[in-house]
Structure formats: structure tokens, C-alpha cells
């Protein structure tokens, strides 16, 4: 069975501080996704970024940047310079070639100015 | 086009009356889901069709019950519900019904109240 766990439920920064949201998932597939979305007050699921199990590679986007580590079933996400705009609930979710999303419960990070 | 679009954005209903949840993708998407979404919880999946089809219903209660007319909309009726209820109802789309190349579009979600 696959599993998402993110362990902070919410966090608060000032804001220009930097921000890392944790991810752990569990899966035995070898072949997965790993995917970040973004939900601000307004409701909609922002898509952030997408990862396969074969990729590695650390990503950057502007003030976003992603850890991915199969070592440590780890997929954490950095906001450097956080801004208020960025207040918002964020889930990390897992998905196996064939079955649907599995979500973690979010982490609703607020930015105070 | 890449957006999800939900109508109404909200809605509130009593528990005798019957309304409709509409959803329109024209993304070229052949797969759509309907997702439950309760206060400070993650997304819960309710229902997906894949080519016009429904392919999963997560033992949803039948006072839903979705329809897929055509490949670019997804209604879901509702009739006699609970106060219980009461969640954001999130749409989304992908290309196929994985879901796992390009993720899923999510519409902005209609959060419904039942009285």
C-alpha cells in the first residue's frame, strides 16, 4: 500500500524567511510519482511539480526547490525568501502507474508579513 | 484552455432538495474525478471515469451519483443529503486515467453547505 506522511501539521515564518515542508511516502513499486500542489484559501489545487522514481535530480524554481532522496523516501519542498502570497495548505501526494493519488494530510504554512 | 472550470462555486441545500454539481474540462482530458474535500483534510477520492466511463466509485453513498455525458463534462447530482455533507467538492481532469504523467488539473472546487 502506498503512503504519504507529512509530519508538520502547520508552520509560520516571518516573512524573507525560508521555509522547508516535509515529505515521507512508502510505496514498494520501484516505478512512482511524487507530485507538490498548492491550495491557497480559495480552494483550487495548484499543481507545483512532478517527479519520477528514476529522476533524482534536485529541481529548482525560483524561489521554490525540491530534495527528492530514495535513500531516505524523502521528497521535501524549500520556499526561500518566503512571501505572504505563499500562505496556503500544501499536500504532497504519491501515485503508482495504475492507481489514483494518495494525498498527505498538508501542512498549511502561514507567512506573516 | 488548461483549466478545470466547477459551477456553482457555492451552494447551499437542504436535505430534501436535489441540485447538480457541473464540471467542464476542454483540455482534451480523458480521464475526470470527482474529490471530497472535508476542513483542514487532505482531498478523498469519490469517483473516476476514464473514456466516459465510470472505472471507480470509492463505495460512495448512492445520494450521489455522478454522470459523464461527454468527454468534456462531469456532473455529479446530489439528492437528499446530510448535514455531514457539508465539504468542498473538487473536480479534476488528467490526460489518462493514471493520472500520473502530468498529474491532475483541479478545478476550484464548489463548497457546499447542507441545511
Known amino acids: 500500500a502506498q503512503k504519504v506522511t507529512q509530519a508538520q501539521t502547520e508552520i509560520s515564518v516571518v516573512e524573507k524567511e525560508d521555509v522547508t515542508l516535509d515529505c515521507v511516502y512508502e510505496?514498494?513499486?520501484?516505478?512512482?510519482?511524487l507530485f507538490w500542489y498548492k491550495q491557497p484559501p480559495s480552494g483550487e489545487l495548484v499543481f507545483l511539480i512532478r517527479?519520477?522514481?528514476?529522476?533524482?535530480q534536485n529541481e529548482i524554481s525560483g524561489r521554490y526547490s525540491w530534495n527528492f532522496q530514495k535513500s531516505t523516501s524523502s521528497f521535501n519542498f524549500t520556499i526561500t525568501a518566503s512571501q505572504v502570497v505563499d500562505s496556503a495548505v500544501y499536500f504532497c501526494?504519491?501515485?503508482?502507474?495504475?492507481?489514483?493519488?494518495?494525498f498527505g494530510p498538508g501542512t498549511r504554512l502561514s507567512v506573516l508579513p | 484552455d488548461t483549466e478545470v472550470t466547477q459551477t456553482p462555486k457555492h451552494l447551499v441545500m437542504g436535505m430534501t432538495n436535489k441540485k447538480s454539481l457541473k464540471c467542464e474540462q476542454h483540455?482534451?482530458?480523458?480521464?475526470m474525478y470527482w474529490y471530497k474535500q472535508k476542513a483542514k483534510k487532505p482531498p478523498e477520492l469519490m469517483f473516476v471515469?476514464?473514456?466516459?466511463?465510470?472505472?471507480i466509485n470509492e463505495s460512495v453513498p448512492s445520494r450521489f451519483s455522478p454522470e459523464c455525458p461527454n468527454s468534456s463534462l462531469l456532473n455529479l447530482h446530489l439528492h437528499a443529503l446530510q448535514p455531514e455533507d457539508s465539504a468542498l467538492y473538487l473536480c479534476?481532469?488528467?490526460?489518462?486515467?493514471?493520472?500520473?504523467?502530468?498529474?491532475?488539473?483541479f478545478g476550484s472546487g464548489t463548497r457546499l453547505t447542507v441545511v
Open positions: 483540455m482534451g482530458h480523458r480521464a
Open positions: 471515469y476514464s473514456y466516459e466511463k465510470l472505472s
Open positions: 510505496t514498494r513499486d520501484t516505478t512512482y510519482y
Open positions: 501526494a504519491l501515485s503508482v502507474y495504475g492507481q489514483n493519488f494518495v
Open positions: 479534476a481532469s488528467s490526460q489518462d486515467s493514471t493520472g500520473v504523467n502530468y498529474g491532475y488539473t
Open positions: 517527479r519520477n522514481s528514476f529522476d533524482e
